[in-house]
């Protein structure tokens, strides 16, 4: 076990990657030479080279265009968007082209790529670089989605996702890349995807979050023990494929369940892990679903990015709530 | 509104309407090649006016017509060569496709609206036909390089139109392969029309072809009905790719002999007498004229070619039709690699006729 | 993966079974065969053992419960996969997706997807390990309202979950009943559902009442010489040596042999009469069903081949069902097949009985306590023993007639059995 922080995991499960497999090829803005905006490719240009490691021109939609004929030529390309936020100049050839691809020629051209890109807040970046977009994504059929929350499960969820012949969407968590330390497996690593994480157990409510909202979700159970609420946190990690089992019996285990996360309340994700939690697991609720987000409108300005993502305090409300309705 | 601007750019031509050639000029072409590429043309006229009734009759699916730039596809794919070069086709390329394995068949169940239609056979070096216009041209671009990368020298050639040219991702990919000096010929056809919108409200510019120096790179305006400037000029470009010399832009004027597709009017924006004067240009009809001057082709042959063609057409017919009817699993199949659990479940929901969406 | 176990036919046609006694809880790691849980069918109690090695996910239903044939009755998780810590390992991979030819779902089994879900079961266990109970929450909003504690309550829905409907009858109970005009409180009435023995007898009886015409013989029979003949032949087992019998020989195996005897020469009392196939069905065998009592309620064992068998055998053998009726170990086999039923009554004080004839018979027979009467014979009275007997018969296929002469010869053997002795074969 090696302690480190989410960058760290990510850089070295690339540079294991890239070694054992030379197919492999990034693409992005500003990967190469300076190693990523955030400094989580760093080193790569250096060590691979740079046919491997490519500075692209600043064409989000070409990124993820050319990374198709790339997979198609029998390459695996590993593109970055330097944020989600603007994964919305790439969407159609993500939605119509690498999603549907593998379909669209019944098999001939699979699209092995995985799609790097760091979402949400917490930094005080300016506008847009903080959207946290995974709902529409998880949206789009024939696309896997997953988002770590922990440095162990970054390197595990990425060296499966490099090695999954489906395109998938690595989701980084902004605020979480040097905030987020923990012990990290050495040598090969994987971690299922479909599997959530247990992270706490707990008897009174069940807390669901992924991403950077699981320290948020941890911090608020923390808050509640002392109220002597027991909470259980469970991390979703991969969007799709959802794990129904493992959050169906997590919630059957309290009755309650009460979903975190930093994007806007309607239709976000949370919306999906109610629904299958409320199909699966009716039989033993005890109290409403509820979900603590961000509002439903833009992402403010980086000086009150605070009171707009869920905080602790406005978790313990949820759980307060969760509780009181027995 | 004329297609060719009063601007310095000529396109560069050497078959002339009546089917003759500068004296002294000798095709690069064998005469077995010539005699591929005509009965190649001539075969797509064929698909199309067959095509076109069927659609009619509701045989067929919604589809587009390669009239009218027969030698546009013709001339710029047999500078390819299939064993190892690339086509990324938009939808409007039947016989560059047929060129690289494609079959009749096929093109007749994709347009039936049948999977199988875009499933490329292995080893035929073809994209699926795409319908979300332009998004294909990156992927040339990302390919072009990838093959590159990985020591081949094959050439990737790409199609699309004089509308799709102001997509987005027109713009990003030309600028991609001039920057990764991409083994890549962008084959724009600028047959006057994106649907009813004419050329002249597509673009400020003189001409297509001139853009590629904004992008570090050649462009070449040619004529796109002269199946030997067309043929030349991508050969160049081809033989520019496969010797790392990077992308070139080819626009290719050939006007468009019909409807945008089998669901347009066009008799609402073109002025007849324009489109008779353009069936004069009919690249089929000079290069008949050609091969009958070189001895070529003559009444007889030229029947016998027909009547080939035609039972050729009827096969694939017959054969598309009696293709099976798509299943309600082929929802599901190749979706995935490795299928979620969510997924399954919905699958053998549909299987058993229960109806969409989960339990 | 997770093995859904359904209720199997036990016995000979069942449709449906109750739960007496689960031997597992959810969560339990059983091995195969292990006992799972004891179901009750009809009258007989059946114990079905583990079908599978694996740890117990879910039980579909509670002690209490019915269960039909085919329905979901536990579900299993072959061993190592119930657990959700287990080491990661490798990418999930699914299976790629099926061939043409392979893609048929059974649209029965499609139901049973839908109804039982993995993730159900799953969440369904969890809280089941918490000591939680399974309700809808409507369920628990109307529960908490009526002061009902839903651990209380029998629940209707998919694993035994609670119901806004289940809790109807709780609910009725927790108000203490039907409100009354008169101002005195109220007492509570005991609400017990119907289940088991007593629901198939309450059945069981309800039609054969609606549907069979009953026509009864009664007559008094001087049982002087039934009396002697019992104390000759427990006299005869004593000497030789066969005590246990000498104990079990009642005038009830003597009866049924009677009966067994008489009903050869009389074969429409032991046949039954089909009203939808318009047939008539005389048996070839003879099979007496004798009554007994028990705490849950009348249970009839058959003694087959009554005619074959000797009157020792047959009290030997009348004694054990006897005895295994009372213990629940009867299988189905000693409860099917009767052609006749014999059922005495007189232990019980009663005089004269007019008894139900039970599915696919004709008749059959009853007889009651022995009193000393008062009685003429020969001009002169006299005390003897006398009990009354009836006959009852299915009036469509038997006329008064025809049950009269058997009753009749029936009386006679009773009365003077030597007279059966010329006809002995």
Same mark, same amino acid.
């Given at each position: =076990?090696?302690?480190?922080?989410?960058?760290?995991?990510?850089?070295?499960?690339?540079?294991?990657?890239?070694?054992?497999?030379?197919?492999? $090829?990034?693409?992005?803005?500003?990967?190469?030479?300076?190693?990523?905006?955030?400094?989580?490719?760093?080193?790569?240009?250096?060590?691979?080279?740079?046919?491997?490691?490519?500075?692209?021109?600043?064409?989000?939609?070409?990124?993820?265009?050319?990374?198709?004929?790339?997979?198609?030529?029998?390459?695996?390309? $590993?593109?970055?968007?330097?944020?989600?936020?603007?994964?919305?100049?790439?969407?159609?050839?993500?939605?119509?082209?690498?999603?549907?691809?593998?379909?669209?020629?019944?098999?001939?051209?699979?699209?092995? =790529?995985?799609?790097?890109?760091?979402?949400?807040?917490?930094?005080?970046?300016?506008?847009?670089?903080?959207?946290?977009?995974?709902?529409?994504?998880?949206?789009?059929?024939?696309?896997?989605?997953?988002?770590?929350?922990?440095?162990?499960?970054?390197?595990?969820?990425?060296?499966?996702?490099?090695?999954?012949?489906?395109?998938?969407?690595?989701?980084?968590?902004?605020?979480?890349?040097?905030?987020?330390?923990?012990?990290?497996?050495?040598?090969?690593?994987?971690?299922?995807?479909?599997?959530?994480?247990?992270?706490?157990?707990?008897?009174?409510?069940?807390?669901?979050?992924?991403?950077?909202?699981?320290?948020?979700?941890?911090?608020?159970?923390?808050?509640?023990?002392?109220?002597?609420?027991?909470?259980?946190?469970?991390?979703?990690?991969?969007?799709?494929?959802?794990?129904?089992?493992?959050?169906?019996?997590?919630?059957?285990?309290?009755?309650?369940?009460?979903?975190?996360?930093?994007? *806007?309340?309607? %239709?976000?994700?949370?919306?999906?892990?109610?629904?299958?939690?409320?199909?699966?697991?009716?039989?033993?609720?005890? +109290?409403? $679903?509820?979900?603590?987000?961000?509002?439903?409108?833009?992402?403010?300005?980086?000086?009150?990015?605070?009171?707009?993502?869920?905080?602790?305090?406005?978790?313990? &409300?949820?759980?307060?709530?969760?509780?009181?309705?027995? | 509104?004329?297609?060719?601007?009063?601007?310095? &750019?000529?396109?560069?031509?050497?078959?002339?309407?009546?089917?003759?050639?500068?004296?002294?000029?000798?095709? *690069?072409?064998?005469?077995?090649?010539?005699?591929?590429?005509?009965?190649? =043309?001539? /075969?797509?006229?064929?698909?199309?006016?067959?095509?076109?009734?069927?659609?009619?009759?509701?045989?067929?699916?919604?589809?587009?017509?390669?009239?009218?730039?027969?030698?546009?596809?013709?001339?710029?794919?047999?500078?390819?060569?299939?064993?190892?070069?690339?086509?990324?086709?938009?939808?409007?390329?039947?016989?560059?496709?047929?060129?690289?394995?494609?079959?009749?068949?096929?093109?007749?169940?994709?347009?039936?609206?049948?999977?199988?239609?875009?499933?490329?056979?292995?080893?035929?070096?073809?994209?699926?036909?795409?319908?979300?216009? @332009?998004?294909?041209?990156?992927?040339?671009?990302?390919?072009?390089?990838?093959?590159?990368?990985?020591?081949?020298?094959?050439?990737?050639?790409?199609?699309?139109?004089?509308?799709?040219?102001?997509?987005?991702?027109?713009?990003?990919?030309?600028?991609?392969?001039?920057?990764?000096?991409?083994?890549?010929?962008?084959?724009?056809?600028?047959?006057?029309?994106?649907?009813?919108?004419?050329?002249?409200?597509?673009?400020?510019?003189?001409?297509?072809?001139?853009?590629?120096? %904004?992008?570090?790179?050649?462009?070449? /305006?040619?004529?796109?009905?002269?199946?030997?400037?067309?043929?030349?000029?991508?050969?160049?470009?081809?033989?520019?790719?496969?010797? @790392?010399? @990077?992308?070139?832009?080819?626009?290719?004027?050939?006007?468009?002999?019909?409807?945008?597709?089998?669901?347009?009017?066009?008799?609402?924006?073109?002025?007849?007498?324009?489109?008779?004067?353009?069936?004069?240009?009919?690249?089929?009809?000079?290069?008949?004229?050609?091969?009958?001057?070189?001895?070529?082709?003559?009444?007889?042959?030229?029947?016998?070619?027909?009547?080939?063609?035609?039972?050729?057409?009827?096969?694939?017919?017959?054969?598309?039709?009696?293709?099976?009817?798509?299943?309600?699993?082929?929802?599901?199949?190749?979706?995935?690699?490795?299928?979620?659990?969510?997924?399954?479940?919905?699958?053998?929901?549909?299987?058993?006729?229960?109806?969409?969406?989960?339990? | =993966?997770?093995?859904?176990?359904?209720?199997?036919?036990?016995?000979?046609?069942?449709?449906?079974?109750?739960?007496?006694?689960?031997?597992?809880?959810?969560?339990?790691?059983?091995?195969?065969?292990?006992?799972?849980?004891?179901?009750?069918?009809?009258?007989?109690?059946?114990?079905?053992?583990?079908?599978?090695?694996?740890?117990?996910?879910?039980?579909?239903?509670?002690?209490?419960?019915?269960?039909?044939?085919?329905?979901?009755?536990?579900?299993?998780?072959?061993?190592?996969?119930?657990?959700?810590?287990?080491?990661?390992?490798?990418?999930?991979?699914?299976?790629?997706?099926?061939?043409?030819?392979?893609?048929?779902?059974?649209?029965?089994?499609?139901?049973?997807?839908?109804?039982?879900?993995?993730?159900?079961?799953?969440?369904? +266990?969890?809280?089941?390990?918490? %000591?939680?109970?399974?309700?809808?929450?409507?369920?628990?909003?109307?529960?908490?309202?009526?002061?009902?504690?839903?651990?209380?309550?029998?629940?209707?829905?998919?694993? @035994?979950?609670?119901?806004?409907?289940?809790?109807?009858?709780?609910?009725?109970?927790?108000?203490?009943?039907?409100?009354?005009?008169?101002?005195?409180?109220?007492?509570?009435?005991?609400?017990?559902?119907?289940?088991?023995?007593?629901?198939?007898?309450?059945?069981?009886?309800?039609?054969?009442?609606?549907?069979?015409?009953?026509?009864?013989?009664?007559?008094?029979?001087?049982?002087?010489?039934? /009396?002697?003949?019992?104390?000759?032949?427990?006299?005869?087992?004593?000497?030789?040596?066969?005590?246990?019998?000498?104990?079990?020989?009642?005038?009830?195996?003597?009866?049924?042999?009677?009966?067994?005897?008489?009903?050869?020469?009389?074969?429409?009392?032991?046949?039954?009469?089909?009203?939808?196939?318009?047939?008539?069905?005389?048996?070839?065998? $003879?099979?007496?069903?004798?009554?007994?009592?028990?705490?849950?309620?009348?249970?009839?064992?058959?003694? #087959?081949?009554?005619?074959?068998?000797?009157?020792?055998?047959?009290?030997?053998?009348?004694?054990?069902?006897?005895?295994?009726?009372?213990?629940?170990?009867?299988?189905?086999?000693?409860?099917?097949?009767?052609?006749?039923?014999?059922?005495?009554?007189?232990?019980?004080?009663?005089?004269?009985?007019?008894?139900?004839? *039970?599915?696919?018979?004709?008749?059959?027979?009853?007889? %009651?306590?022995?009193?000393?009467? +008062?009685?003429?014979?020969?001009?002169?009275?006299?005390?003897?023993?006398?009990?009354?007997?009836?006959?009852?018969?299915? #009036?469509?296929?038997?006329?008064?007639?025809?049950?009269?002469?058997?009753?009749?010869?029936?009386?006679?053997?009773?009365?003077?059995?030597?007279?059966?002795?010329?006809?002995?074969?």
């Amino acid at each position: =076990m090696t302690e480190m922080n989410i960058v760290e995991a990510i850089n070295s499960t690339l540079a294991a990657e890239m070694e054992r497999e030379e197919r492999i $090829i990034l693409l992005g803005q500003d990967i190469g030479r300076v190693g990523g905006v955030f400094r989580v490719t760093e080193g790569l240009f250096e060590r691979f080279g740079a046919a491997r490691v490519v500075d692209m021109p600043l064409a989000e939609g070409a990124i993820i265009g050319s990374s198709v004929g790339l997979a198609v030529s029998g390459l695996i390309p $590993i593109p970055e968007l330097q944020f989600l936020g603007f994964g919305s100049q790439a969407f159609h050839q993500i939605e119509g082209q690498v999603a549907r691809m593998r379909f669209r020629s019944q098999g001939r051209y699979a699209m092995p =790529m995985v799609i790097r890109a760091p979402f949400g807040g917490g930094v005080r970046t300016p506008e847009m670089h903080s959207d946290a977009h995974e709902a529409r994504y998880a949206h789009v059929p024939g696309l896997k989605v997953v988002a770590p929350a922990t440095a162990a499960d970054a390197k595990g969820l990425l060296t499966t996702a490099i090695r999954d012949e489906d395109p998938v969407l690595f989701l980084e968590p902004l605020g979480g890349y040097r905030l987020q330390r923990d012990d990290v497996p050495e040598g090969e690593h994987t971690v299922p995807f479909g599997q959530v994480r247990r992270v706490r157990e707990g008897s009174d409510i069940t807390l669901i979050a992924w991403s950077t909202a699981v320290r948020v979700a941890l911090h608020a159970a923390d808050l509640a023990a002392e109220e002597g609420i027991s909470c259980a946190v469970i991390d979703v990690r991969t969007l799709v494929p959802l794990d129904e089992v493992g959050l169906a019996e997590a919630v059957g285990r309290t009755g309650r369940a009460l979903i975190v996360h930093e994007a *806007p309340y309607s %239709g976000g994700f949370g919306a999906e892990v109610a629904a299958t939690v409320q199909q699966e697991a009716f039989w033993t609720l005890q +109290a409403p $679903i509820r979900r603590v987000t961000a509002y439903d409108t833009p992402y403010p300005i980086a000086s009150i990015e605070q009171l707009y993502i869920p905080s602790a305090e406005r978790v313990l &409300e949820g759980i307060r709530l969760g509780i009181g309705e027995a | 509104m004329s297609l060719v601007e009063a601007g310095p &750019e000529q396109p560069h031509t050497i078959l002339a309407p009546d089917g003759t050639v500068p004296t002294g000029y000798e095709s *690069p072409l064998d005469d077995a090649a010539l005699l591929y590429a005509y009965r190649l =043309m001539k /075969l797509t006229r064929v698909f199309d006016t067959r095509a076109f009734n069927l659609q009619r009759q509701g045989r067929l699916g919604t589809f587009s017509q390669v009239t009218g730039q027969e030698a546009s596809v013709v001339g710029s794919a047999l500078a390819l060569e299939p064993a190892r070069d690339w086509v990324v086709p938009q939808y409007r390329e039947l016989p560059a496709m047929l060129h690289m394995g494609y079959t009749l068949t096929r093109a007749l169940l994709y347009f039936r609206g049948n999977p199988a239609g875009n499933a490329m056979p292995e080893r035929v070096n073809l994209m699926p036909i795409q319908i979300s216009l @332009g998004t294909q041209v990156p992927h040339a671009v990302g390919l072009a390089w990838g093959l590159a990368h990985q020591g081949s020298d094959a050439v990737v050639m790409t199609y699309f139109g004089d509308g799709t040219s102001s997509e987005g991702d027109i713009h990003e990919a030309m600028n991609l392969a001039g920057v990764r000096r991409a083994p890549v010929v962008f084959v724009l056809q600028n047959n006057g029309w994106a649907i009813s919108t004419p050329v002249s409200s597509q673009t400020a510019a003189s001409t297509f072809a001139s853009r590629a120096a %904004g992008y570090g790179f050649p462009g070449e /305006l040619v004529d796109g009905n002269d199946f030997f400037a067309v043929h030349e000029a991508c050969a160049r470009a081809v033989a520019r790719a496969r010797e @790392g010399a @990077g992308p070139t832009l080819i626009e290719s004027r050939a006007y468009r002999l019909g409807a945008h597709n089998t669901a347009d009017d066009p008799t609402r924006y073109v002025d007849e007498t324009v489109e008779a004067e353009r069936w004069k240009l009919d690249p089929l009809l000079r290069m008949q004229r050609y091969m009958v001057a070189r001895g070529l082709l003559d009444e007889n042959t030229e029947a016998a070619l027909d009547a080939e063609l035609t039972a050729e057409m009827e096969a694939a017919v017959v054969e598309a039709e009696a293709y099976p009817p798509p299943h309600v699993g082929q929802i599901f199949d190749h979706v995935y690699a490795s299928e979620p659990p969510r997924v399954a479940r919905q699958r053998r929901a549909a299987e058993a006729g229960a109806g969409g969406g989960d339990d | =993966m997770t093995f859904e176990f359904r209720l199997p036919d036990v016995g000979e046609g069942t449709d449906s079974a109750e739960i007496v006694e689960w031997h597992v809880a959810v969560g339990a790691k059983v091995r195969e065969d292990q006992p799972l849980v004891d179901i009750e069918t009809d009258k007989a109690v059946v114990g079905i053992p583990c079908p599978t090695t694996g740890t117990v996910v879910a039980l579909a239903a509670q002690e209490g419960d019915t269960v039909a044939v085919g329905a979901v009755l536990a579900v299993f998780a072959a061993p190592g996969e119930a657990s959700l810590d287990a080491d990661p390992g490798e990418g999930v991979e699914q299976s790629s997706a099926p061939a043409r030819e392979d893609a048929v779902a059974e649209p029965a089994a499609l139901a049973e997807i839908t109804m039982l879900s993995e993730a159900a079961a799953a969440a369904a +266990a969890a809280a089941a390990q918490a %000591g939680h109970v399974l309700a809808s929450p409507a369920a628990r909003a109307a529960a908490r309202e009526a002061g009902i504690d839903l651990s209380s309550v029998s629940g209707s829905g998919p694993l @035994g979950g609670v119901r806004v409907g289940d809790l109807d009858g709780p609910r009725v109970a927790a108000n203490g009943g039907v409100p009354r005009a008169s101002a005195a409180a109220s007492r509570e009435d005991e609400h017990r559902p119907l289940r088991g023995t007593r629901r198939t007898i309450a059945r069981t009886l309800t039609k054969q009442w609606q549907t069979v015409p009953h026509v009864t013989d009664y007559r008094e029979v001087d049982v002087s010489a039934l /009396l002697e003949l019992r104390r000759l032949l427990r006299a005869d087992a004593v000497r030789r040596g066969d005590d246990d019998v000498a104990a079990v020989v009642t005038a009830t195996p003597i009866l049924v042999k009677l009966a067994a005897t008489l009903l050869k020469r009389h074969p429409l009392l032991n046949a039954t009469i089909d009203m939808d196939r318009d047939e008539i069905t005389v048996y070839g065998a $003879i099979n007496i069903g004798i009554a007994v009592a028990t705490p849950e309620g009348l249970i009839v064992p058959v003694i #087959h081949d009554a005619d074959r068998k000797t009157v020792f055998e047959i009290a030997v053998e009348a004694a054990a069902l006897t005895a295994a009726a009372r213990e629940r170990t009867l299988n189905s086999s000693d409860l099917a097949g009767a052609t006749f039923t014999v059922n005495n009554y007189g232990s019980l004080g009663i005089w004269l009985g007019t008894p139900i004839i *039970p599915p696919g018979q004709s008749a059959n027979l009853g007889i %009651g306590r022995i009193d000393d009467r +008062a009685v003429v014979r020969d001009g002169e009275i006299t005390i003897r023993p006398i009990a009354a007997l009836a006959c009852s018969g299915d #009036h469509r296929l038997l006329d008064g007639d025809v049950i009269a002469r058997f009753v009749s010869d029936l009386v006679r053997a009773i009365e003077d059995p030597v007279s059966l002795f010329g006809d002995l074969r």
